[in-house]
């Protein structure tokens, strides 16, 4: 089955700044990476998705970038505020409806 | 999302207990997964079912059976509750094809002491 790696585990960065989170993947076959951000207690959310017909895309300060010869994927945010402070997780799946989930990075932004 | 609902929000029960969770859906998604989350980990897939007469297992079903009652239903149950299945629950949905995100309820934080 697929295997999400994702790094780093926490991260902070001053308001502001940017952050930036990284996945890889083993399964060559994925073909759709959605990112979700969590607060705490709360439902994951999807903040944005990339399918492998495309490199990149963006959506106000996030963007997503797609590299499949190397299998990997990040996640990048810029201008960094205080609500961006979450936990993001990445996921990957093959067509088969089935996520495979990173461990998760705890971004705090600090004021 | 508000139209995938999960009951009940939190339950705290003992060891050797039946304990069954709930998820209905108003997305109209033939597709439901229930996951389970543990403190600094991501989410693993339990079980999940394509329509009402499909049931698959996911990485960690050892312990936990499903029932999709309906197309808008698909309950969780642990049969003999035990401790280390205490853990924060979520059911999702998707539609569509195998590209489409999921849509998360709530969550059930279950204690089991």
């Known amino acids: 089955g697929e295997n999400v790696e994702q790094h780093p585990s926490t991260l902070s960065v001053q308001e502001g700044d940017s952050a930036v989170i990284k996945c890889t993947y083993s399964d060559s076959a994925s073909n759709y990476f959605p990112w979700y951000k969590q607060e705490l207690g709360k439902r994951p959310q999807l903040i944005i998705d990339i399918r492998s017909n495309v490199g990149e895309k963006k959506d106000q300060r996030i963007a997503v970038t797609l590299n499949k010869t190397a299998k990997h994927f990040s996640l990048h945010i810029t201008e960094t505020q205080p609500e961006d402070s979450a936990v993001y997780f990445c996921a990957a799946t093959n067509n088969d409806y089935k996520l495979s989930f990173g461990a998760g990075t705890t971004v705090t932004v600090r004021a | 999302d508000a139209d995938v609902t999960q009951t009940p929000r939190n339950r705290i029960t003992k060891t050797g207990k039946r304990i069954m969770l709930e998820c209905s859906q108003t997305?109209?998604?033939?597709?439901m997964y229930w996951y389970r989350q543990d403190p600094g980990l991501g989410l693993q897939l339990i079980y999940y079912s394509f329509d009402v007469k499909d049931i698959n297992k996911g990485e960690i079903s050892d312990g936990y059976s499903v029932s999709r009652q309906a197309q808008a239903k698909f309950s969780l149950s642990l049969e003999s509750a035990i401790p280390n299945q205490t853990a924060l629950y979520f059911c999702?949905?998707?539609?569509?094809?195998?590209?489409?995100?999921?849509?998360f309820g709530d969550g059930t934080r279950l204690s089991i002491l």
């Open positions: 997305k109209g998604h033939d597709r």
């Open positions: 999702a949905t998707s539609g569509g094809t195998g590209d489409q995100p999921q849509h």
